[in-house]
T-cell receptor, first 114, second 110 residues
Framework: DGGITQSPKYLFRKEGQNVTLSCEQN?????MYWYRQDPGQGLRLIYY???????QKGDIAEGYSVSREKKESFPLTVTSAQKNPTAFYLC?????????????FGEGSRLTVL | ELKVEQNPLFLSMQEGKNYTIYCNYSTTSDRLYWYRQDPGKSLESLFVLLSNGAVKQEGRLMASLDTKARLSTLHITAAVHDLSATYFCAGRYRDDKIIFGKGTRLHILP
C-alpha cells in the first residue's frame, strides 16, 4: 500500500541532545514537507523540498535541519539549538506541477523533551 | 507572504444545525485545501479547490472558494456528532509553500 511512514511514533529526548525523525514515502511524490503542531495550535511549516538535493526553509526553521538525498526520504533533525522542541511533528508529501493535488500526511511523531 | 486566518477558532453547536467556517487568506493562492484532524491523529484531506467559484460537496460538508474576496468557506449541514473534529484550511503560495490556518475546533453536542 502506498503511503507515508514516520518513525518513531513517540520519542523522548534529554535536553541538549539532537534527534532525527524519519519520513519515508512510496507515493513517488516529488515534494515533501515537515510541519510542527503544538497543542491547540495549527500547523507551522519547518522545511519543505520540491526535488531531490534541494529544500527551502519554512516559517520556523531555526533549530532544525533536513536533507533530501533520495526522492522517497526526508529526515528531520531537531538540534539542541531548538529551544522548545516538545511537539507533534507531521511529515507530508504531494505531487508537483499544474495537476498537483493535496498533501498526504504521515501518522506523526510525538517528541517530548525531558 | 501568505497568511491564512480561520474563524471561528472554536465552535460548539447542536446536532441538526447548520454552520459555516470561514477561511481568509492574505495574498494570491492558486489552491485552497481543507483538512480534518481527529484528536491525537494526523490530517485527512477533505477538499482541494482550484478556481474561483469552485464548490465541492461530500456528505454534510460543502466547501467553496471566492478568489476575488480571498475567502473560502466550509459549510456544515445538519451537523451530526461524528463531524466533531478540528478543521484546517491551507493555501498554496509560490514554490509550493503550503501554509495552514490555526484550525477550527468543532464540537457537536447531541
Amino acid at each position: 500500500d502506498g503511503g507515508i511512514t514516520q518513525s518513531p511514533k513517540y520519542l523522548f529526548r534529554k535536553e541538549g541532545q539532537n534527534v532525527t525523525l524519519s519520513c519515508e514515502q512510496n507515493l513517488n511524490h516529488d515534494a515533501m514537507y515537515w510541519y510542527r503542531q503544538d497543542p491547540g495550535q495549527g500547523l507551522r511549516l519547518i522545511y519543505y523540498s520540491q526535488i531531490v538535493n534541494d529544500f527551502q526553509k519554512g516559517d520556523i526553521a531555526e533549530g532544525y535541519s533536513v536533507s533530501r538525498e533520495k526522492k522517497e526520504s526526508f529526515p528531520l533533525t531537531v538540534t539542541s539549538a531548538q529551544k522548545n522542541p516538545t511537539a507533534f511533528y507531521l511529515c507530508a508529501s504531494k505531487e508537483t506541477g499544474v495537476s498537483a493535488g493535496e498533501l498526504f500526511f504521515g501518522e506523526g511523531s510525538r517528541l517530548t523533551v525531558l | 507572504e501568505l497568511k491564512v486566518e480561520q474563524n471561528p477558532l472554536f465552535l460548539s453547536m447542536q446536532e441538526g444545525k447548520n454552520y459555516t467556517i470561514y477561511c481568509n487568506y492574505s495574498t494570491t493562492s492558486d489552491r485552497l485545501y481543507w483538512y480534518r484532524q481527529d484528536p491525537g491523529k494526523s490530517l485527512e484531506s477533505l477538499f482541494v479547490l482550484l478556481s474561483n467559484g469552485a464548490v465541492k460537496q461530500e456528505g454534510r460538508l460543502m466547501a467553496s472558494l471566492d478568489t476575488k474576496a480571498r475567502l473560502s468557506t466550509l459549510h456544515i449541514t445538519a451537523a451530526v456528532h461524528d463531524l466533531s473534529a478540528t478543521y484546517f484550511c491551507a493555501g498554496r503560495y509560490r514554490d509550493d509553500k503550503i501554509i495552514f490556518g490555526k484550525g477550527t475546533r468543532l464540537h457537536i453536542l447531541p
